[in-house]
T-cell receptor
Framework: DGGITQSPKYLFRKEGQNVTLSCEQN?????MYWYRQDPGQGLRLIYY???????QKGDIAEGYSVSREKKESFPLTVTSAQKNPTAFYLC??????????????FGEGSRLTVL | AQSVTQLGSHVSVSEGALVLLRCNYS??????LFWYVQYPNQGLQLLLK??????LVKGINGFEAEFKKSETSFHLTKPSAHMSDAAEYFC?????????FGRGTSLIVHP
């Protein structure tokens, strides 16, 4: 079945460590997104990519990095520079043409906890 | 730039009562508008979407929303709440490549 797979679902990190969250999609979507979700704050955009080998910063990119070497993959690295990384992270993708244009398809999320 | 505002961070209803979750958007260009639902520790899933084909949009699980340009609103309704409707609901808009989300409304359903 087509969809988005995020891994791991739960992740614990010690302070000062970098961690990478995986996001893979087999929907043949051009655009991919990373959101951070904190209680009461909705979804905040970290990074997005509209095409392979290109990506842009969202509203809260500081302390995060991404790559888009393949259309299917958009991993997010939470670096030690991110001062408050404990959160729920959501990856999404969308098509840029056709009847589903604009609709986001989400993964199940990854919950990161800093110890 | 487009923005989306959800009125009320929490809405509480009794089982069987009408559900009304409010969403207003700001944009000079007719947008794509969406409602998503999120259950605890899960991703978001699409309830319904407006793409200018019809102002009254029907979605899954008995939900519907009406696009009102004069009020710049896209409120979500369901005639009769069910316990399984308890979740977080997000209104979202998309006037360009960047989706914009409201802060979410938590729907609480009492027996």
């Amino acid at each position: 079945d087509g969809g988005i797979t995020q891994s791991p679902k739960y992740l614990f990190r010690k302070e000062g460590q970098n961690v990478t969250l995986s996001c893979e999609q087999n929907l043949n979507h051009d655009a991919m997104y990373w959101y951070r979700q904190d209680p009461g704050q909705g979804l905040r955009l970290i990074y997005y990519s509209q095409i392979v080998n290109d990506f842009q910063k969202g509203d809260i990119a500081e302390g995060y990095s991404v790559s888009r070497e393949k259309k299917e993959s958009f991993p997010l690295t939470v670096t030690s520079a991110q001062k408050n990384p404990t959160a729920f992270y959501l990856c999404a993708s969308s098509g840029t043409s056709g009847p589903n244009t604009g609709e986001l398809f989400f993964g199940e999320g990854s919950r990161l906890t800093v110890l | 730039a487009q923005s989306v505002t959800q009125l009320g961070s929490h809405v509480s209803v009794s089982e069987g009562a009408l559900v009304l979750l409010r969403c207003n958007y700001s944009s000079s260009v007719p947008p794509y508008l969406f409602w998503y639902v999120q259950y605890p520790n899960q991703g978001l899933q699409l309830l319904l979407k407006y793409t200018s084909a019809a102002t009254l949009v029907k979605g899954i699980n008995g939900f519907e929303a009406e696009f009102k340009k004069s009020e710049t609103s896209f409120h979500l309704t369901k005639p009769s709440a069910h316990m399984s409707d308890a979740a977080e609901y997000f209104c979202a808009g998309r006037g360009s490549y960047i989706p914009t989300f409201g802060r979410g409304t938590s729907l609480i359903v009492h027996p």
